[in-house]
């Protein structure tokens, strides 16, 4: 159910994208001569009235052309009237900005519904997310703690079957007991895992109503030793790490409900994280896009765990219960919203960026010179797109 949300919300979020520009240009009277979803080849298509509306081969975003948008386009002189450079400053603004202000009105809407049908996720006093006993996800491998060693350091070692996926766990379960111990909190849970690591123990849970146990020898993972809610380092800068033990497991998180009309101004909070995250992934996919590509060739491979271009396809592939699915749905649009914001041509902030230009100095900028600019943008945004499929299809995340 969750790959289907994901796969039909990924499409209307280009359809409503695209839809916002196309309304605002309608309703300003200039003319649009084509709205298609999609890049490439024609697949489909048909004319109503001065609009052509089709699908294209590759479904990696849409267009809407309005005439006069591309300053070199040459355009007949009873339609000039008509055209986007002919509008004055707040109608361009308008038209361009409406794509990305969809993105945010349907990332607030999605928040707003899911804090309101399955309830805000609580947090202790540290920030941290409070689990309850419910089994959310299995890690399907123990995971690789190379980042948290010293820099020099190898790890000479293949990812392992998870304790808990060996064991035989399945997202539903419902943790009762550790060696016979109840368990009543998520936390427990915890404390009993990092102090096991190597030891056979017996999970016992609660599979639809039928008490199992479930044997397992937990992995011991290297993680960051913290002190006083700071990472500890030796005399020399690098991070001091404990073992601990691990079985593979998340939790469904813990909620709260709120009702609709408390949930929106939380709707709102959540909306400027995401906003704030955003901004920091999309400054560290540019500085690391070197790197990024590097990785692809045998290249050092350790910045895909911190931040990585992701396809629909990962989007398919991280889709999970439908609260979750529509969570990660409000994340994609913040995203994409905060990526056409940049001020650089063709994106829409920089269509945005030079409308503001013309209005605060009387004069048109000197397009030609925008041109390399724009290349690179549109270079580098194929190349993450392309990176992303790649990534999803030969090294998906686990």
Do not use: C
């Amino acid at each position: 159910m969750g790959s289907v949300i994901m796969i039909v919300g990924v499409v209307l979020m280009i359809v409503i994208h695209e839809g916002g520009h196309f309304v605002a240009a309608k309703s300003f009277g200039m003319k649009a001569t084509a709205a298609f979803f999609g890049f490439g080849p024609k697949l489909w298509s048909t004319k109503r009235g001065e609009t052509e509306y089709g699908v294209r081969a590759i479904p990696l975003g849409g267009y809407v052309r309005i005439i006069g948008m591309n300053p070199f386009e040459e355009v007949e002189a009873a339609d000039e009237h008509r055209t986007y450079r002919f509008a004055p400053f707040w109608k361009k603004a308008v038209v361009v900005l409406a794509g990305i202000v969809s993105h945010f009105v349907v990332a607030l809407m999605l928040l707003w519904i899911v804090g309101t049908a399955w309830g805000v996720i609580v947090v202790d006093d540290d920030g941290r997310v409070v689990g309850t006993t419910t089994v959310a996800a299995v890690a399907k491998v123990v995971p690789d703690d190379f980042q948290t060693l010293p820099r020099n350091t190898e790890v000479p070692r293949d990812p392992s079957p998870s304790p808990a996926a060996l064991a035989g766990t399945k997202p539903g379960d419902v943790i009762v007991a550790t060696d016979g111990v109840p368990v009543e909190i998520w936390r427990q849970f915890t404390d009993f895992a990092r102090a096991n690591g190597d030891i056979e123990v017996v999970i016992t849970v609660d599979r639809d109503g039928e008490r199992i146990d479930l044997i397992a020898t937990l992995a011991t993972i290297e993680v960051p030793l913290v002190v006083d809610g700071k990472v500890l380092r030796d005399d020399d800068g690098e991070i001091v790490t404990e073992g601990i033990g691990f079985y593979g497991i998340s939790p469904v998180a813990e909620r709260e409900r709120l009702g609709p009309m408390r949930m929106i101004p939380v709707a709102f909070r959540q909306f400027w994280e995401v906003v704030a995250k955003s901004l920091d992934a999309l400054w560290h996919l540019i500085i690391g896009f070197p790197a990024l590509v590097m990785s692809l060739f045998g290249g050092n491979d350790e910045i895909l765990k911190t931040v990585r271009p992701i396809s629909p396809i990962g989007l398919v592939q991280l889709a999970g219960p439908v609260e979750t699915t529509l969570q990660r749905l409000a994340f994609v649009n913040v995203f994409v919203g905060v990526l056409n914001l940049v001020p650089m041509y063709p994106l829409d902030g920089g269509h945005f960026a030079v409308a503001a230009y013309e209005k605060i100095t009387g004069r048109k900028p000197n397009v030609q010179k925008l041109l390399p600019v724009a290349a690179a943008i549109l270079i580098l945004l194929v190349a993450l797109g392309l990176m992303g499929v790649y990534l999803d299809l030969f090294r998906p995340i686990q």
